[in-house]
């Protein structure tokens, strides 16, 4: 093949027109990219887009209808064909870990994966030694997997893909049900293995917020790229400014943007506006004319995230769902009597001399969203069961709707609605059945059930759908239901255990407008916990649960003001050759070294100073350095902060 | 052929049987908790069937009559009731499964050289038991009767009871049974359970085996591999041969040692015919594992393709020879009637190689038969 070697070689993946039906069912139609030798590119979208087809065809382990796939030049259009590139590639598939074998320690694993790809005996201690300690796994290599943490399991699935040496990795939502330090940490070393060895990855995920860390990226959305390339192009796609601003009363002032803005929402005590096509001045003038009358706070233009620019993209392409989520008046459901919903002092839970929740105290006031986030194993679930009357504590106290969780865990749970992590609806049975359903198990009367179940189906924009079966319903359509069938017996407390996992942004936004209205309006206390950093922003007060124990316990604004006061400012430094100026940066002392895309993030006490040193250190190896930006933080930096703080004091003890 | 990417594999599959307690209690416990709970569970040998009497002549004949019955071991005297009437309740109940009926006048009627008819009422429910009821019956009744005929012949003619007895029976029959010389039927099932332990256990092992790489996504090691389609199946598949060899010694050892089945064959053909045999059920397990997704369906579709034909077309319950022509066909279809010859020849009969070559070959033919649909059917990209 020498002979005929093209000047530039072919790129490492070229999908032109793929298309893939299962039956009847089309998961995607004409997709076209390409993934271009040593980049990092994403393919970003909701469960149910078609990133798992797509990525299963592209490792030659689906079989395609339409289209074409080359990999560096060689046509995967048979299982033979396959075969040919498969000793180039690495494949890491979908689920945390489900690729292991849990019964094998993490040097089976690797050992098993290495022979299979046959790597020769004298190389794999080697490889093993290097990828396990950089991976940090190294002290644990004789643990069995099913032991280990998520994080850990997704490293290992890493260095299982990466064992043979191959030339491009295809990783399937290598980061979902990954707490946000592991993420990114799993990043970094990430970053580090491609660049040294010159691999190519293609990677999907759901986090919208992960955009950042690739070089290009397709976003996609039912089946279909929605668009294709740098970050920032990406955003420039759909020109417009977005506005922050706080506004009293917020309800009102939502109505009035929604009346003539398609794109807006709260979040927590703000409101934020996409208006398109308008420069920052003309949108603060246009929104500010739609809200005359109202009190207005903090009116500010902002950056455009990508989520951002998902949603106006889908807009644009009229692939958005009409909003008819429809807003009853207040005056719906009882006034508030106590004012406190959900009292929780030292509530402790031992599984067998562990503890699963140890001492944890907060408070919850009606018509409060109150967040729970934390790693996997933090103790949120435990806690949950706890409060929902499932679970006795081991010692402690909590009062749920004014019912003592000791003595009165029934009438706690007639007073709660709950939707679990695990879909809890019956799929076969239909939207109307489903409610009636839930009514009769509360006890809803019989008279009344029927105006509670318009009403419900009303509030959640399931009018119209009555009949269909719950399980042919989308994802995020589904998820109203049951939240729903959660609120059908009036209940004063909503539990709601992770309900937008894997939703589309949109389904999302939908989702909290829903759960801001019944808290705004309807005084309904609401715990709801997350694992999207961006969506803890919208609840009023968030809990950070470690190991069992909450360690903060603050509006989202008062914790970035701690982060703030504690770290400093958040810089995001630009240069030309990133991870080595993160080498060097780190050396320096800077706290907080993370790599984001081409960028590395990084906080510091005085902005200037540190720009100024920046520049020196950098300037002395040479490395070129376009810019130093003040960010604000993410909720996800105040979360990876404080948990490496935390990690890192356990350490010492 | 890449004999170092089937030992990796194979290793690996041996390590997670061995390290998940569950299914290594599932490769060693079940099969020979099976054969203990058949072989003392399952016995055709129809005895102690309970029945009543209803005696309407009290005489000294009817009683020696219904004394034959009460006196047989294959019978199982639950007392007298005054009329047929009370009957019902009792077979209903089940409480017995058989009656006689003895009708007033019987000696009277005898004596005086009339015939007498005597009703036995037996419980239908369960054909083979029933059928197996009425043998007894007429057994018994016809040695009544020859006794009787003796008795007069000796009365009439003067003539020795002996003599009259070999009168009134012109044609006896001797009986020797051959092989299971007390007709035992514990030696010829334990022999089959072989046979059927060793058609169900493998292929749910291996099926579960298989189905659990493809339900947690493991298999897309396999898929994004190198490895050939051969490989794999070859790497998986060893350590459930293997397992299901050492179970066919176990399964010896119990059936000659607790159930004292003579082994009188030759024991390498024997032990040969069962690697074959279980190489055959674990490409059972092997397709079936390839047609479904989860390990539910996969333990549904094993019982379907492995428990009901083994059971009904193995020669366990029924003999081939007595099932109509449909039913010998379908039974040729089927590996576990040539196992059972094989297993019946080995332990009862002593025959080996020389008899047999034909069904080891048979099992052979099947399993490459099987080996090689699954290995057409496994593909390393699939279409879902």
């Known amino acids: 093949m020498g002979e005929a070697a093209p000047l530039t070689p072919a790129p490492a993946v070229r999908v032109q027109g793929f298309g893939k039906r299962y039956r009847r069912q089309a998961a995607v139609a004409g997709v076209d990219l390409e993934v271009r030798r040593g980049e990092i590119y994403g393919l970003i979208g909701p469960d149910g887009a078609g990133k798992s087809s797509l990525m299963k065809a592209v490792a030659g382990v689906l079989a395609f209808e339409e289209g074409s796939i080359e990999m560096f030049g060689i046509r995967i259009d048979s299982e033979a064909a396959a075969e040919r590139v498969k000793g180039r590639l690495g494949f890491m598939p979908q689920g945390l870990g489900l690729n292991l074998y849990p019964e094998l320690s993490v040097e089976e694993n690797i050992d098993f994966f290495a022979r299979l790809r046959g790597v020769p005996a004298a190389e794999i201690a080697a490889r093993k030694a290097k990828l396990l300690a950089m991976t940090r796994l190294d002290r644990f290599t004789g643990r069995p997997m099913k032991h280990l943490s998520g994080g850990m399991k997704q490293k290992l699935g890493l260095v299982c893909t990466l064992i043979h040496e191959p030339e491009l990795i295809v990783l399937d939502e290598p980061t979902t049900g990954v707490d946000p330090v592991s993420r990114r940490d799993f990043w970094a070393i990430l970053a580090e293995l491609l660049r040294e060895k010159g691999i190519t990855a293609l990677i999907s995920t759901a986090y919208m917020d992960e955009a950042e860390r690739f070089h290009r990226l397709s976003l996609m959305h039912g089946g279909r790229v929605l668009a294709s390339g740098e970050p920032d192009a990406i955003r420039a796609r759909t020109p417009g400014s977005v506005l922050e601003l706080e506004a009293e009363p917020q309800v009102e002032a939502l109505d009035r943007i929604q009346a003539s803005l398609a794109q807006a929402e709260s979040v927590g005590p703000r409101l934020r506006v996409f208006v398109d096509d308008a420069a920052p001045e003309a949108a603060v003038g246009t929104v500010a004319g739609l809200l005359k009358g109202l009190s207005l706070r903090d009116l500010h233009a902002t950056t455009p995230d990508l989520e951002d620019a998902f949603v106006a993209l889908l807009r644009r392409q009229r692939l958005v769902e009409e909003r008819a989520v429809a807003k009853p ?24 001399g562990f503890r699963a929740v140890d001492r944890a105290s907060f408070t919850v006031h009606q018509g409060d969203i109150f967040g729970l986030v934390g790693a996997n194993g933090a103790g949120k679930t435990t806690l949950i069961k706890m409060l929902t009357g499932i679970l006795p504590p081991s010692d402690g106290e909590g009062r749920v709707a004014g019912a003592d969780m000791h003595f009165a865990a029934q009438a706690i749970k007639a007073r709660i609605g709950y939707t679990s992590q695990a879909f809890s609806l019956y799929q076969d049975l239909s939207v109307l059945e489903n409610l009636r359903l839930y009514a009769r198990i509360y006890g809803v009367a019989r008279h009344a059930a029927g105006e509670r179940i318009e009403q419900v189906a009303e509030l959640t924009g399931l009018t119209g759908r009555e009949r269909q079966l719950a399980g042919r319903l989308p994802l995020g359509i589904r998820q109203r239901l049951a939240l729903a069938c959660a609120m059908v017996h009036r209940p004063r407390i909503l539990f709601l255990d992770e309900p937008t996992s894997g939703v589309d942004p949109i389904g999302r936004r939908r989702f909290w407008d829903i759960l801001v209205h019944l808290a705004r309006v309807e005084q309904v206390a609401i715990l709801i916990t997350t694992h999207y950093m961006s969506e803890a922003e919208h609840c009023d007060r968030l809990a950070l649960m470690h190991a069992g124990r909450i360690v903060a316990d603050d509006p989202p604004a008062a914790l970035k003001q701690a982060l703030r006061e504690e770290a400093g400012e958040l810089l995001e430094v630009a240069t030309d050759r990133p991870l080595a100026a993160m080498a060097l940066l780190e050396q320096a002392g800077f706290a907080g070294v993370a790599l984001f895309g081409r960028h590395i993030h990084l906080f510091a006490r005085d902005a200037h100073t540190a720009t100024r040193e920046i520049q020196t250190i950098l300037a002395g190896r040479g490395i070129g350095l376009a810019s130093v930006t003040p960010r604000p933080p993410s909720l996800e930096d105040v979360f990876v902060y404080r948990i490496t703080a935390l990690e890192q004091g356990e350490q010492r003890l | 052929m890449n004999l170092a990417r089937i ?27 099976l ?47 005054k009329s047929e009437r009370e009957l019902d309740p009792l077979l209903a ?49 016809a040695a009544f009767n020859g006794e009787l005929l003796a008795a007069y012949i000796s009365r009439r003619f003067g003539v020795a009871p002996e003599r009259a007895a070999a009168l009134a029976q012109p044609v006896r029959v001797q009986l020797r049974y051959l092989y299971n010389q007390e007709l035992k039927s514990t030696w010829s099932i334990a022999t089959a359970l072989v046979m059927l332990v060793l058609m169900v256990a493998p292929p749910f092992l291996t099926a579960l085996g298989v189905v659990r790489e493809k339900e947690s996504g493991s298999i897309y090691n396999i898929y994004a591999s190198t490895v050939t389609r051969g490989e794999f199946l070859a790497g998986k598949l060893l350590p459930y041969v293997g397992i299901s060899i050492v179970n066919s010694l176990i399964l010896w050892a119990l059936a000659t040692g607790l159930f004292g089945v003579p082994f009188k064959g030759d024991p390498l053909f024997f032990f040969l015919s069962s690697v074959i045999y279980v190489t055959c059920t674990t ?39 007595s099932m109509d022509p449909q039913g010998q066909f379908e039974a040729h279809l089927f590996p576990a009637m040539y196992f059972t010859d094989i297993a019946l020849g080995s332990f009862l009969k002593g025959v080996g190689l020389e008899q047999l070559w034909g069904k080891a070959l048979a099992l052979a033919i099947y399993a490459a038969v099987l080996w090689l649909i699954s290995f057409a059917l496994f593909h390393k990209r699939p279409r879902t």
């Open chain 1, 329 to 352: 008046r207040a005056g719906d459901g009882d006034p508030p009597g106590d004012d406190v919903a959900i009292l929780a002092k030292d509530l402790t839970r031992d599984f067998d």
């Open chain 2, 7 to 33: 030992a990796a594999l194979a290793h690996k599959e041996w390590r997670e049987i061995v390290r998940d307690r569950l299914f290594l209690a599932l490769a060693f416990v079940v099969p020979a908790a």
């Open chain 2, 35 to 81: 054969m203990l709970v058949f072989g003392y569970g399952l016995s055709l040998d129809v005895e102690h069937i309970p029945f009543a009497v209803v005696d309407h002549d009290r005489s000294a004949l009817s009683r020696d009559y219904t004394h034959r019955f009460i006196d047989s071991r294959y019978f199982d005297y639950r007392g007298h009731v």
């Open chain 2, 93 to 141: 109940d089940s409480r017995i499964r058989f009656a006689i009926v003895v009708p007033p006048k019987f000696e009277e009627n005898l004596m005086a050289g009339r015939p007498a008819a005597v009703q036995s009422l037996i419980d239908g429910t369960f054909p083979f038991r029933a059928s197996t009821s009425k043998g007894y019956v007429i057994a018994i009744n």
């Open chain 2, 283 to 321: 490409g059972i397990g092997l397709l079936a594992s390839l047609i479904v997704r989860t390990q539910v369906a996969a333990m549904m579709l094993t019982v379907v393709m492995t428990i009901i034909p083994s059971v009904l077309y193995s020669g366990l319950l029924v003999p081939i020879a």
